[in-house]
């Protein structure tokens, strides 16, 4: 069972471009997490999806981004019209549907690197 | 407002010796708790989950306890190998429809041989 996978691991912008991050979660999983980590900060919260519904975007910025996660097909989370403050690191996770008991355990993917010039 | 801090911000310690990270939040109303692993360049490895039931968790060199009712968490290692230096994290998930996690500010671990 392969990990969460992100595509691309790096990526390079201009500002004023735009940026589309890819997430594929581990095989069975249905719900989707998108964090963000800004250079010398913590990881912060972005947005929460499960298949075709946003469940929470509270952390998501209000315009620029967004995020999808289709029926068929990875997670995207997209900017729009990028700026130097963009440049960070993305992550995404991923967990099983959960029952009584189930430890919810969120499994990270690698990270996209986002760099805007 | 739901925090999560962790202290100290950077340890340095000589091989073999035993630690502990410790995690503070401000809402004690957990759902549970996550301590990670992540490594320079690198995603998240997750170390250990504790319910909001328990009060430890155990794998292998990590011990990580619970006291909700303090708002703390500590993650304990075992006998440090250099294989150890990485930047751990915690992060706190609350009740509720959203899953989401709320991280703490890490500590960044050097193991030295």
């Known amino acids: 069972n392969a990990g969460v996978m992100q595509n691309p691991r790096h990526l390079v912008r201009r500002r004023g471009q735009e940026a589309r991050l890819r997430c594929s979660p581990m095989?069975?999983?249905?719900?989707v997490y998108w964090y963000r980590q800004l250079p010398e900060e913590g990881l912060k919260f972005m947005v929460y999806?499960?298949?075709?519904?946003?469940i929470d975007e509270s952390g998501m910025p209000k315009e620029r981004f967004s995020a999808e996660f289709p029926k068929e097909g990875p997670s995207i989370l997209r900017i729009q019209q990028v700026v130097r403050g963009d440049s960070a690191a993305y992550f995404c996770?991923?967990?099983?549907?959960w029952g009584q008991g189930f430890q919810e355990t969120q499994y990270f993917g690698p990270g996209t690197r986002l760099l805007v010039l | 407002k739901q925090e999560v801090t962790q202290i100290p911000a950077a340890l340095s310690v000589p091989e073999g010796e035993n630690l502990v990270l410790n995690c503070s939040f401000t809402?004690?109303?957990?759902?549970?708790l996550q301590w990670f692993r992540q490594d320079p360049g690198k995603g998240l490895t997750s170390l250990l989950l504790?319910?909001?039931?328990?009060r430890e968790q155990t794998s292998g060199r990590l011990n990580a306890s619970l006291d909700k009712s303090s708002g703390r968490s500590t993650l304990y290692i075992a006998a440090s190998q250099p294989g150890d230096s990485a930047t751990y994290l915690c992060?706190?998930?609350?009740?509720?429809?959203?899953?989401?996690?709320?991280f703490g500010t890490g500590t960044l671990l050097a193991v030295q041989p």
């Open positions: 996770a991923s967990s099983p549907d």
């Open positions: 809402d004690s109303a957990i759902y549970n």
């Open positions: 504790i319910q909001s039931s328990q």
């Open positions: 992060a706190v998930r609350y009740g509720g429809a959203t899953n989401k996690l709320i």
């Open positions: 095989k069975g999983h249905s719900h």
């Open positions: 999806l499960q298949k075709e519904n946003i």
